[in-house]
């Protein structure tokens, strides 16, 4: 980030003066995907790539919200933020700021300017990263510009991130990106229960190995009406097993023995393999978890192939760009294990690979993904950063 060319802008758009600057990482999903939404336990961490916004407190009840890589700027008004509900760009933020009126937090108008290194559309949760330094930058300045102290509750900043991302701008996601994104540590990854929202930073020793994150640049156009129905065939599963398990809490709750002995509850082959994936994905984390402790790397490796097999099969949400770079990479040198990470159809592999490999693995992967899709991909290998903050040392 190049913070004086940044703050030039600021200038350039919304006049001189000082700026607060607050950040949150985006993030990788190492295993456990699409089962946050059923009350499962995921195992992301948030990544060293991340999204900035430089804020400055206004007079008025007006937001201006700005980004580097845009030439438009959305306007709202805090006092008519339902005016703003949809997809168009300046809903995230705005929708965050009208959960936490709802939430009874005191908001000022602010002038912003967002920068990012976390690529738009990729499985990497940029919307979500966007969402949670919105909640702490707004959060921030409006307690102090009524006189409170500002103690932010980063849980609380995570929960309302998913609200706003529900009920503004329409996605029905679970709370697994902005949970990550706000309570990520350096070196750790999160076990993060989805139904109680407790967790575990796990240290990740990955000695020998690094996270190879492959963007198959595959726009992800069907994701978001796909993960709402994937969520609603879920919902039919969840009312199947209420009849057999009344005080089931959620699906993930479910044991794979469970499950076994009741296959036939399910009206369709479909709704059985959604709710097949999501108990047997929700097990193959608590293992993965249980490998990574013991420094298994390899078992871990199996388990993250082991899980876009799933997802590709059973829930069926990995689409042939995602097929084919994961399936590649398990076959190259190097490589233990990958998967899709994210909602699907489009953005991001996660691999696990030997150091020794990763450029060898970029380069065979991105030759042969090219020639099987015709897309060429972008790779990143990053560690496990921290979550979101305030940045005062620039």
């Not at 400055?56 to 937001?63: A, L, Q, Y």
Request: proline share 3%.
């Amino acid at each position: 980030m190049d913070y004086k060319a940044l703050k030039a802008k600021f200038d350039r758009l919304f006049g001189e003066g000082d700026v607060r600057v607050f950040a949150a990482p985006g993030r990788v999903n190492l295993i456990g995907e699409h089962i946050d939404y059923n009350g499962g336990k995921v195992f992301p961490a948030a990544l060293e790539m991340k999204n900035v916004v430089l804020c400055r407190v206004r007079p008025d009840r007006k937001m201006r919200i700005a980004a580097d890589d845009l030439s438009i700027i959305a306007e709202g008004d805090l006092d008519h933020l339902e005016e703003k509900k949809g997809k168009d760009w300046g809903a995230y933020q705005l929708g965050v700021c009208d959960e936490l009126q709802k939430a009874g937090y005191p908001l000022v108008g602010c002038d912003m300017l967002f920068w990012g290194n976390v690529p738009f559309g990729s499985g990497l949760s940029s919307s979500a990263s966007i969402e949670v330094a919105t909640a702490i930058a707004m959060a921030t300045l409006g307690l102090e510009a009524a006189g409170k102290e500002a103690v932010i509750d980063l849980v609380e900043m995570a929960v309302i991130g998913q609200k706003a991302e529900n009920n503004f701008v329409g996605v029905n996601c679970g709370i697994m990106d902005q949970f990550a994104s706000a309570m990520g540590k350096k070196d750790m990854a999160i076990l993060l229960d989805c139904n109680t929202l407790d967790y575990e930073l796990v240290p990740m020793d990955m000695t020998g190995y690094s996270i190879v994150i492959g963007n198959t640049k595959k726009k992800r156009g069907l994701a978001d009406s796909k993960y709402n129905e994937r969520r609603a065939e879920c919902d039919v599963a969840m009312e199947c097993l209420k009849k057999v398990f009344p005080d089931l809490d959620a699906m993930c709750s479910l044991t794979p023995e469970q499950f076994e002995a009741h296959k036939d509850i399910y009206p369709t082959g479909i709704i059985r393999n959604r709710a097949e994936h999501s108990v047997y994905e929700n097990a193959r984390v608590l293992k993965a978890v249980e490998l990574l402790k013991k420094g298994d790397l390899l078992g871990f490796g199996q388990l993250l192939n082991a899980s876009h097999k799933s997802l590709k099969e059973l829930y069926e949400v990995t689409g042939p760009e995602l097929d084919a770079m994961a399936e590649t990479a398990q076959k190259t040198e190097g490589c233990i294990g990958s998967r899709m990470t994210g909602a699907g159809f489009g953005g991001c592999t996660v691999s696990i690979v030997k150091n020794e490999c990763v450029d060898s693995f970029i380069e065979t992967v991105g030759k042969k993904y090219t020639e099987l899709t015709g897309l060429v991909p972008e790779f990143y290998v990053s560690g496990a950063g921290d979550g979101a903050m305030e940045l005062t040392d620039l």
